[in-house]
C-alpha cells in the first residue's frame, strides 16, 4: 500500500488542523494505520494509531500521552483514508508528520513500514 500524508502548514498555538493519509494500491481498512512525528534534532514519535476490526469487533485507538484530549484519529473507507484532527495545537507540537501501516493496541504502537511523504505542521503566532 502507498500512503500520501496532507494537511499540514502554519496555524496558531490554540489552532487546529486535520490531517489527511491517503491510501493507493490496497484499501486501508485492512491495516492499523499509524501517525507518527519528528521534529528537527528528536527521534520519531508515534502520535497516534487506529486498529482495524476483527472477529473480536473494534479496537480503540492509540495516543500518546501528549496528545490525548487533543488530538483525533479516525478512518473514512469510503476516501480510503486515515485522518488525524489536531486541536488546541502547542508549541511542542510542530514537526514532520507522516503517517505509516502500524501494529499494537490501545498501549503501545510502533510504524510498520510503508512510510508515506510527510507534511510539515507548524506552530507560531
Known amino acids: 500500500v502507498q500512503l500520501q500524508a496532507s494537511g499540514g502548514g502554519l496555524v496558531q498555538p490554540g489552532g487546529s488542523l486535520k490531517l489527511a493519509c491517503a491510501g493507493s494500491?490496497?484499501?486501508?481498512?485492512?491495516?492499523?494505520i499509524g501517525w507518527f512525528r519528528q521534529a528537527p534534532g528528536k527521534e520519531r514519535e508515534t502520535v497516534a494509531c487506529?486498529?482495524?476490526?476483527?472477529?473480536?469487533?473494534?479496537?480503540?485507538?492509540y495516543y500518546a500521552d501528549s496528545v490525548k484530549g487533543r488530538f483525533t484519529i479516525s478512518r473514512d473507507n469510503a476516501e480510503n483514508s486515515v485522518y488525524l484532527q489536531m486541536n488546541s495545537l502547542k508549541s511542542e507540537d510542530p514537526a514532520v508528520y507522516y503517517c505509516?501501516?502500524?501494529?499494537?493496541?490501545?498501549?503501545?504502537?510502533?510504524?510498520?513500514?510503508?512510510w508515506g511523504r510527510g507534511t510539515q505542521v507548524t506552530v507560531s503566532s
Open positions: 505509516a501501516t502500524a501494529y499494537g493496541n490501545l498501549f503501545y504502537c510502533n510504524s510498520g513500514g510503508s
Open positions: 494500491g490496497r484499501t486501508l481498512d485492512s491495516y492499523d
Open positions: 487506529i486498529f482495524r476490526s476483527d472477529s473480536r469487533g473494534d479496537h480503540k485507538p
